[in-house]
């Protein structure tokens, strides 16, 4: 089975600080996803990766950045937190982009508290 | 403005009945719909999906059910258990085009199965 492992379940920060999220997938998967889940507003697209330093926005992508040096790599990047960025993260990847039900694999989820 | 719209926020089904959760979608370059489940405190799981070249896909106590002229879909779950209770998100999914890859979701709906 694919797994995709989001290296922190819980965090806590402050605003203003840097935080990092990282995943990390095991199948050789081209296309990683970074979504946030917000009661009420479903699950909204951050910003997602066909390749290696390969980025492109979604739909919320402000005070957000990426980097995919590795191709089983992708980080998520919060330059200053800020409380309105308290949420849960998920990162998920495919497998390619030219298969027809593309199917995502999710991680865990990574609860990001804010303060 | 949102692509896949899941209107009912919630649903509520004796365990044994019939679980009928719906979706409608406004884009008519969406050609495949998956639906997702997700628990609290895990990530969503992939649970079913239909090409839009089809009108019914089956797996088992799943049935998905695609309209194309109304644009809209339905997942029907029978007979429903208790362990059915999550959050059900609906996604579309546009296999040409320069966003390739990416899932459209809805805001996901909470069904609850009580004994």
């Known amino acids: 089975d694919v797994k995709v492992t989001q290296s922190s379940r819980y965090l806590v920060k402050r605003t203003g600080e840097k935080v990092f999220l990282e995943c990390v997938q095991d199948?050789?998967?081209?296309?990683m996803f970074w979504y946030r889940q917000d009661p009420g507003l479903g699950l909204r697209l951050i910003y997602f990766?066909?390749?290696?330093?390969?980025?492109e926005k979604g739909d919320i992508p402000e005070g957000y950045s990426v980097s995919r040096e590795k191709k089983e790599r992708f980080s998520l990047i919060l330059e200053s937190a800020s409380t309105n960025q308290t949420s849960m993260y998920l990162c998920a990847s495919s497998l390619d982009r030219t298969s027809g039900a593309n199917v995502l694999t999710f991680g865990a989820g990574s609860r990001l508290t804010v303060l | 403005d949102q692509q896949v719209k899941q209107n009912s926020p919630s649903l509520s089904v004796q365990e044994g009945r019939i679980s009928i959760l719906n979706c409608d979608y406004t884009?008519?370059?969406?050609?495949?719909f998956l639906w997702y489940k997700k628990y609290p405190a895990e990530g969503p799981t992939f649970l079913i999906s239909?090409?839009?070249?089809?009108d019914k896909n089956e797996d088992g106590r799943f049935t998905v059910f695609l309209n194309k002229s109304a644009k809209h879909l339905s997942l029907h779950i029978v007979p429903s258990q208790p362990g059915d209770s999550a959050v059900y998100f609906c996604?579309?999914?546009?296999?040409?085009?320069?966003?390739?890859?990416?899932?459209?979701f809805g805001r996901g709906t909470q069904l609850t199965v009580w004994p």
């Open positions: 996604a579309a999914l546009k296999s040409r085009g320069s966003t390739l890859g990416r899932l459209y």
């Open positions: 990766s066909y390749d290696v330093k390969m980025k």
């Open positions: 239909i090409s839009s070249i089809k």
């Open positions: 199948m050789d998967h081209e296309n």
């Open positions: 884009n008519s370059m969406f050609d495949y």
